[in-house]
C-alpha cells in the first residue's frame, strides 16, 4: 500500500536509510557480497517504510531470506527490521498493519529455528548451552523464541501506539474544525436572523411613517385653500412624523453597523403615541381593550407593538378612511388576543391579497413569539387576529387597564366593556 508523503518526509527516510547503511558498511565488508546485498535490501526498506510500508516489509523479508540463503550471522544492519515493523503498525493500512504483526511472529520463529538449530548443523558454533541433553536445548530454544517474540512485537507495538496517538490527536483536530465551522455557521445564522429582524423594523417604520405622511399631505393639499390654518398644523405633524421615522432609521443603520448594540425597541407603552399618529392621519381608530393584563416579555411586547403598526398601516394604505377601524385586545390568563378590523376600499381588495412583506412579517412576528396570526379579508372587511402568549399564567396585580375613546381619552372601562 503506497501512502501520500510530503517530499521533504521521503527525503528524511531516504537520507536516514543512507547513513544507516554507512554506518553498518564497514560490518558488511568484514563478510562476503551477500552481506553487502543484504545491507542494501534492509536500506532500502527503511526508505520506503513510510512510503510503501507494504513494499518495505516485502524488502525486508527479500533481505532476511537472503541473509539466511547465505547462512551468515546476526549482523548490525538486522536492526532495520525493528524499524520495518514499527513502520507497518505506524503507517501501514488494515491488512499491512496485521501483516506486521504476523511477520512479527513467524520472523521470532524462523530466526530462532536458524540461529539455534540449522546454524549449528552448517559446521558453525552453536548458540545456546555446550551440553547434549534435550531439556536444556529445549529450555535455551524457548527463552530464544520468547527473547526473538518480544523484541519484534515490541517494535510492532511502539508503532501502533504511535498510530493510536496520531489518530487520536487527527480525531481531535477534526473535532475543532468541526466545532469552529459549527459556531461559524451559527454565528452567521444569527447575523442573519438580525439583519432579517432589522429589515422587517425598517418595513415597519417606513411603512407606517410614509403613509401617515401621504394621508396628511392629501389632506393638507385639499385644505390648504379653505383653511390654511389646518394646513399649516398638517404640516408640522408630517414634518414631526418624518423626523421620528429618520431616527429610527438611524437606529436601525446604526444596528446594522454595530451588531452588538442596544437599541431601543417599542414595547405596549408606546402603543398610545402609534395610535395618535394615526388617528392624526384621519383614520378613526377605536381601541378597546378587556381583560386584566398579564406579563409579557419584551420579545413579545415588541412582536404586538409591530403587529398593531403593520395593521393599521394595512387600514391607513387600503382600508375606507370614512369608517372606524377597530383596535381590539382581549387579555387572558394565556396571554392577549389582538384584533385590528377596517373596511377596505373597492379597489383595494386586490392590493391587499399580495401582501408582500407585511402580512408575513407579522406572521413571523407572532410565530417567534410563539403564538399565531390569522389575516383574511371577510366581505368587505380586512381582518387581522393575532394570539401572544404570557410570560407567565399570573396577571400583573394592580395594573389598570384602560379603554382609550376615538377622541383620543382614556377611561377606566371595567372588565367586558369598551370604549
Request: charge should be neutral; include cysteine; proline fraction near 5%.
Amino acid at each position: 500500500m503506497t501512502t501520500r508523503l510530503s517530499r521533504g518526509r521521503l527525503v528524511t527516510d531516504v537520507v536516514l536509510a543512507g547513513l544507516f547503511a554507512l554506518a553498518c558498511a564497514p560490518f558488511a565488508l568484514l563478510g562476503d557480497g551477500f552481506d553487502l546485498v543484504a545491507l542494501a535490501l534492509f536500506a532500502a526498506a527503511l526508505a520506503v517504510r513510510r512510503l510503501s510500508p507494504g513494499w518495505s516489509l516485502g524488502i525486508a523479508w527479500l533481505a532476511a531470506l537472503v541473509q539466511m540463503i547465505a547462512l551468515r550471522d546476526l549482523q548490525m544492519y538486522d536492526i532495520a527490521v525493528l524499524g520495518v515493523l514499527y513502520s507497518t503498525a505506524a503507517h501501514g493500512g488494515r491488512v499491512v498493519k496485521w501483516l506486521g504483526l504476523g511477520s512479527a511472529g513467524v520472523g521470532a520463529v524462523v530466526a530462532t529455528v536458524y540461529l539455534v538449530l540449522v546454524k549449528p548443523l552448517t559446521g558453525a558454533a552453536p548458540i545456546g548451552p555446550t551440553s547434549p541433553h534435550p531439556l536444556g536445548w529445549a529450555v535455551w530454544f524457548g527463552f530464544a523464541l520468547v527473547a526473538a517474540l518480544a523484541v519484534l512485537v515490541l517494535a510492532w507495538t511502539a508503532g501502533l501506539l504511535v498510530r493510536a496517538v496520531r489518530d487520536s490527536r487527527e480525531i481531535r483536530r477534526r473535532e475543532e474544525v468541526a466545532t469552529r465551522e459549527r459556531e461559524l455557521v451559527e454565528y452567521r445564522y444569527v447575523v442573519e436572523q438580525e439583519r432579517n429582524r432589522i429589515a422587517r423594523d425598517m418595513h415597519d417604520v417606513v411603512a407606517h411613517s410614509l403613509a401617515v405622511v401621504i394621508a396628511q399631505a392629501d389632506g393638507a393639499r385639499f385644505a390648504a385653500a379653505a383653511r390654511p390654518e389646518t394646513a399649516v398644523e398638517t404640516l408640522g405633524t408630517i414634518a414631526g412624523v418624518a423626523r421620528g421615522a429618520l431616527g429610527d432609521v438611524r437606529l436601525l443603520l446604526t444596528e446594522l453597523r454595530h451588531a452588538e448594540g442596544e437599541v431601543p425597541q417599542p414595547v405596549l407603552d408606546d402603543l398610545d403615541e402609534l395610535i395618535a399618529q394615526v388617528r392624526a392621519a384621519g383614520l378613526d381608530v377605536r381601541f378597546t381593550e378587556t381583560g386584566e393584563r398579564t406579563t409579557l416579555g419584551t420579545g413579545h411586547q415588541i412582536a404586538v407593538y409591530r403587529i398593531v403598526q403593520e395593521a393599521l398601516t394595512n387600514a391607513l394604505r387600503h382600508g375606507d378612511a370614512g369608517a372606524p377601524v377597530d383596535l381590539g385586545f382581549t387579555w387572558s390568563g394565556r396571554g392577549v388576543r389582538v384584533q385590528v378590523v377596517n373596511a377596505l376600499r373597492a379597489d383595494a381588495v386586490r392590493e391587499t391579497s399580495g401582501h408582500r412583506h407585511g402580512i408575513p412579517g407579522m406572521r413571523e412576528r407572532a410565530q417567534l413569539a410563539g403564538g399565531t396570526l390569522h389575516a383574511e379579508v371577510d366581505g368587505g372587511l380586512f381582518r387581522v387576529v393575532a394570539e401572544i402568549p404570557a410570560m407567565t399564567a399570573t396577571a400583573v396585580p394592580g395594573q389598570a387597564v384602560t379603554a382609550v375613546s376615538p377622541a383620543g381619552q382614556s377611561t377606566p372601562p371595567p372588565p367586558g366593556r369598551t370604549a
